[in-house]
């Protein structure tokens, strides 16, 4: 299979290196922020309302974005974003102190969920709905997606470094945590480097970037709907689902890597498979019934009496939670207008950024106070609710493309 599908534009073969490095860097970060933060000795509630500051202010970052980011280059806007990623894990690797480590969440580009939640979504998702159009941009968000799993499942393997070097090299086990939020800053100054490379927007065909105008309605809707689900999602990002498998079944977090890694592998494959689907069932379809049997199978392994079957089933849920995204992203930029399409993907991705980020505060409350299933079934329930709604309203919409 070629990188990019046929018809694409060039410029899109950076932003899929540049979307797995992010994910490389995210897939470890996930699972070794609650490490590192509880050796920082921090409790379980300030794990999560790190998680929360994280999310919200990806959530301020994308809405500024949308709000005024039409009148800025947005190659300009990504270089500025690649280099805050940098001063991230810099600050991360250097403090030790609560306050301080919440406002460089709050303010920075760390990640402690299992997709994309920076400001770097709508700008690249803009990019590549004017690379590629019809079938070809479904296969391409598949295929940005693909990127960001695979890399992703590669960094989960890379959090249980820290335990090897701790056993074997004898590096104290918080150096080796503080080592690896460098990385971190290394990986935002390689985007940086391959972002430089992009076209500015005028030497594109890209058409200029203009606020919601005739989708503003259809898109209000969306971010409605992708915010209940969004916050469902909080209540499990893999930040906290890491702290609960540590919790629930005393795991370490090499072990908890190596589940990660199969998971992210697992939805690699699906992301590949999603375009296909969508091709006999529909965006909406795709997106509709392969997320209400995952959201099944957490509910499932909130319940399971072993670590064993615990993992199965979220293994389960992995090979289908993830085959909405390219679905999902590619519908978005059908509905509205080209011009709209920046405005668009950062309004909808807006909510769902701060209605995340209720999440992991009250997740982490929950998990503080020993209901360990709650935030698992609570998360599905409301999956399969958002699922439902969403059919329901959309169902009888036509996409213009």
């Known amino acids: 299979m070629r990188l990019l599908p046929d018809g694409t534009a060039p410029q899109a073969r950076l932003l899929l290196f540049g979307r797995a490095l992010r994910a490389l860097v995210d897939g470890y970060v996930a699972v070794l922020l609650p490490a590192y933060l509880l050796a920082l000795g921090l409790p379980t509630w300030q794990v999560g309302l790190l998680s929360t500051a994280a999310l919200l202010?990806?959530?301020?970052?994308?809405?500024a974005v949308g709000a005024w980011g039409h009148r800025v280059d947005s190659r300009r806007l990504l270089l500025t974003a690649a280099l805050l990623m940098a001063a991230t894990g810099l600050a991360f690797a250097g403090l030790s102190a609560f306050w301080p480590l919440l406002l460089v969440a709050f303010v920075g580009t760390l990640n402690p969920s299992s997709g994309d939640v920076s400001v770097f979504l709508p700008l690249e998702h803009a990019r590549l709905a004017h690379a590629a159009q019809g079938e070809a941009r479904t296969a391409l968000f598949a295929r940005y997606s693909v990127a960001g799993a695979l890399a992703a499942a590669i960094g989960a393997l890379a959090a249980g470094l820290p335990d090897w070097l701790a056993a074997h090299a004898g590096i104290d086990m918080l150096l080796a945590l503080r080592g690896m939020f460098v990385l971190y800053a290394v990986a935002g100054f390689g985007v940086w480097l391959l972002d430089l490379r992009l076209p500015h927007a005028h030497q594109t065909a890209q058409p200029p970037p203009a606020p919601l105008g005739p989708?503003?309605?259809?898109?209000?809707?969306?971010?409605?709907?992708?915010?209940?689900?969004?916050?469902?999602?909080?209540?499990?990002?893999?930040?906290?689902?890491?702290?609960?498998?540590?919790?629930?079944?005393?795991?370490?977090?090499?072990?908890?890597?190596?589940?990660?890694?199969?998971?992210?592998?697992?939805?690699?494959?699906?992301?590949?498979?999603?375009?296909?689907?969508?091709?006999?069932?529909?965006?909406?379809?795709?997106?509709?019934?392969?997320?209400?049997?995952?959201?099944?199978?957490?509910?499932?392994?909130?319940?399971?009496?072993?670590?064993?079957?615990?993992?199965?089933?979220?293994?389960?849920?992995?090979?289908?939670?993830?085959?909405?995204?390219?679905?999902?992203?590619?519908?978005?930029?059908?509905?509205?207008?080209?011009?709209?399409?920046?405005?668009?993907?950062?309004?909808?991705?807006?909510?769902?950024?701060?209605?995340?980020?209720?999440?992991?505060?009250?997740?982490?409350?929950?998990?503080?106070?020993?209901?360990?299933?709650?935030?698992?079934?609570a998360c599905g329930a409301l999956k399969i609710g958002y699922d439902l709604a969403l059919l329901a309203t959309f169902r009888r919409v036509r996409l213009p493309q």
């Open 57 to 63: 202010g990806s959530a301020l970052a994308t809405l």
């Open 215 to 377: 989708s503003r309605r259809q898109v209000v809707k969306l971010a409605a709907l992708f915010s209940i689900d969004a916050f469902a999602g909080g209540l499990v990002v893999n930040a906290l689902l890491a702290l609960w498998l540590f919790q629930r079944f005393d795991l370490s977090p090499g072990a908890v890597g190596l589940f990660f890694s199969g998971a992210g592998l697992l939805a690699a494959a699906s992301l590949l498979a999603a375009p296909h689907v969508a091709r006999r069932i529909g965006l909406l379809n795709t997106m509709v019934f392969t997320h209400i049997p995952s959201s099944v199978f957490l509910m499932l392994a909130a319940l399971a009496p072993s670590a064993s079957l615990a993992l199965g089933l979220l293994l389960a849920r992995a090979a289908l939670s993830q085959m909405d995204v390219p679905t999902r992203s590619a519908y978005v930029m059908a509905l509205v207008t080209p011009p709209e399409r920046t405005a668009a993907a950062s309004f909808t991705a807006v909510p769902r950024s701060l209605a995340a980020a209720l999440g992991p505060t009250l997740a982490g409350a929950i998990l503080g106070a020993g209901w360990l299933a709650l935030p698992l079934l």
